[in-house]
């Protein structure tokens, strides 16, 4: 087992939460996620990561798989301009490589904004540390735990 898929389990563990890890064939994008789990697109929460500006920190929003998040907005609810994060900076600051980045489970605490619409469904999904293992979980534990601050930051 991947140490980021165990850092995964291990905070889900922390939580209190009786989430199942599955593995799939790929789960490197929503799509691919989706039909792996046989669920609407919406029902995966994608990790999105970008770079503060000003800060150099990632930053992270976590959305519901069919949505775009909205570079303006984000940057404005984040209180400074976002850049495009790379692999180095993702990797150093969550421990997770892209396409595996989870909602939790990080090295190093993140300042996360949460999707609204991802609380429409009574389950979602989740990347669970490697581009082909997610988790699923009602969407206020994936919130709660991930400590974001719900927004409106998409398109």
């Known amino acids: 087992m991947s140490k980021s898929l165990k850092r995964v389990r291990a905070a889900l563990e922390a939580a209190g939460m009786d989430a199942k890890i599955e593995e799939t064939p790929l789960a490197r994008t929503a799509a691919d996620a989706a039909a792996a789990i046989g669920c609407e697109i919406d029902q995966i929460a994608k990790s999105i990561i970008f770079r503060g500006d000003t800060s150099g ?6 959305t519901a798989g069919g949505n775009t998040v909205d570079a303006a ?11 495009k994060a790379d692999a180095s900076l993702i990797r150093a600051q969550t421990g997770f490589a892209i396409g595996g980045v989870s909602p939790v489970g990080h090295i190093n605490p993140v300042t996360a904004f949460f999707d609204p619409a991802l609380l429409n469904f009574d389950r ?12 699923g979980a009602k969407p206020q534990d994936i919130f709660r735990i991930s400590n974001a601050e719900a927004a409106d930051f998409t398109s």
Do not use: C, D, R, S
């Not at 920190?57 to 976590?62: E, N, P, R, T």
């Not at 907005?73 to 850049?83: F, H, R």
């Not at 979602?124 to 988790?135: E, K, L, N, R």
């Open 57 to 62: 920190a990632a930053i992270l929003f976590i």
């Open 73 to 83: 907005k984000a940057a404005q609810i984040a209180g400074e301009p976002l850049g």
């Open 124 to 135: 979602i999904w989740a990347a669970a540390g490697t581009p082909h293992h997610v988790f």
